[in-house]
């Protein structure tokens, strides 16, 4: 799934293509996507694009009115190009400007979609009602990690970094990387770690999260930035997808647990099990482990 890097590199690749720009036509192709984009949507012909910003996961785009909000699923991509430009089998909504070009949505898998929230509704709307703080913000910082490993001491870290009612936008490979970076085992109960870790932990999330989005986003088989060039931050993933492989400055191999139905990688002597999840969690370290010798 295309993370906050990700949104965050096509808010920026579309912004200049976008903004000040009036929508002539909007064309729904197929309107079995997961957001299903509507009425509200086609209402808003003849308005003009003034700003385009991304919240939480989602691209979105004021119009004077609302904001046209794109979420990419799993799949999605958007692009700028000629209205002449033949469509693909997936390009499911087009919004056309009156300068002859169009934003395109495609999604083949469908995950995500187009709609239209007025303003009045935006931030009571379901789809960011129960949201944290994004994880860029301000509002996440050391003090408001703090707290919620005070308030439940008995969650996994991991678990608690990908809930977006706790802050929104560190999507597995960034919750991977922030505690492989911070000597950390996904599988730590929160109330076993130091306060002044989850100070550590959201300067490393923030730094993880603005080094991906300067390269360009995580690149994933099936995304691709506006330009439609892939993006350049999988390179320098530290732990993510290396299952198997050796660490020489730890004499280590990672390894893959599933943790909350994700995949997590784990360098063991790096990142030990501490406190309760010793108990709970030596035994799914071991298999992993053996697993990996094989």
Do not use: W
Not at 104 to 114: L, P
Not at 132 to 160: C, Q, T, V, W
Not at 163 to 189: Q, R
Not at 211 to 227: C, H, M, N, V
């Amino acid at each position: 799934m295309p993370e906050l890097p990700e949104v965050e590199t096509t808010v920026r690749g579309i912004e200049p293509l976008v903004v000040n720009q009036t929508i002539s036509n909007i064309i729904i192709n197929n309107d079995k996507c997961r957001v299903v984009p509507g009425k509200e949507l086609l209402a808003q012909v003849n308005t003009t694009i003034k700003n385009a910003f991304r919240r939480a996961k989602y691209v979105c785009l004021d119009n004077g009115y609302g904001y046209i909000v794109i979420h990419l699923g799993m799949s999605g991509n958007l692009k700028v190009v000629d209205q002449s430009l033949p469509l693909l089998k997936h390009d499911h909504v087009q919004i056309q400007f009156s300068n002859g070009k169009e934003l395109r949505y495609n999604d083949h898998r469908r995950f995500g979609g187009v709609t239209f929230i007025a303003y009045q509704d935006f931030g009571e709307h379901k789809l960011f009602a129960h949201n944290g703080p994004d994880a860029l913000s301000d509002d996440f910082n050391g003090e408001y990690l703090a707290s919620f490993i005070k308030k439940r001491p008995n969650r996994p870290i991991k678990l608690l970094l990908m809930d977006n009612s706790i802050v929104v936008g560190v999507g597995n490979i960034y919750a991977n990387e922030s505690l492989f970076e911070c000597k950390i085992n996904p599988c730590t109960f929160t109330g076993d770690l130091k306060q002044e870790q989850a100070f550590i932990l959201v300067d490393s999330i923030k730094n993880i999260l603005k080094r991906s989005i300067a390269a360009g986003g995580t690149t994933l088989k099936d995304f691709e930035q506006p330009d439609g060039k892939p993006g350049y931050f999988a390179q320098s993933l530290q732990c993510y997808g290396k299952e198997g492989e050796y660490d020489q400055e730890y004499d280590d191999y990672f390894i893959r647990i599933e943790l909350g139905g994700r995949s997590s990688y784990v360098l063991p002597k790096r990142q030990p099990l501490i406190g309760k999840a010793v108990e709970k969690y030596s035994e799914l370290i071991e298999e992993a482990k053996n697993k990996t010798d094989k």
